[in-house]
């Protein structure tokens, strides 16, 4: 009886740290390189958050364990751009997802002149 207490408690101890989620994580990063940090995440987080801001073509990255999803983009003056992910170390990158915006917007700003060019 006894070897099965010990099994049945020896199971649970692995089953829950099975469950709990790694994520990178970095604050105020210049660099996706510099967020190489892995943190085993708290039971209650089950999201990993990465929110990237940019000004001028400068990025700052944070990564962290989150209780909730909550993505979000804004982009006027500063561009900012959160995004998340459920499964163990899946914020690796995140910096891809800004740098298209950047194309977005020249092709927008490059369409923009080329109408003003022909009103003029």
Do not use: H, W
């Amino acid at each position: 009886m006894a070897a099965y207490t010990s099994l049945l408690v020896l199971m649970v101890l692995c089953i829950a740290s099975a469950v709990s989620l790694k994520c990178y994580t970095c604050l105020l990063e210049p660099s996706n390189a510099n967020c190489t940090t892995v943190a085993t995440c708290d039971e209650n987080k089950s999201f990993c958050l990465t929110t990237i801001a940019g000004l001028a073509g400068n990025n700052l990255i944070s990564k962290t364990c989150n209780a909730n999803c909550q993505e979000s983009s804004f982009n006027f003056l500063i561009t900012a751009k959160s995004s998340c992910c459920s499964t163990d170390l899946c914020n690796i990158s995140g910096a891809s997802s800004i740098k298209s915006k950047y194309n977005v917007i020249a092709v927008a700003l490059g369409f923009l002149g080329a109408l003003m060019r022909q009103s003029i």
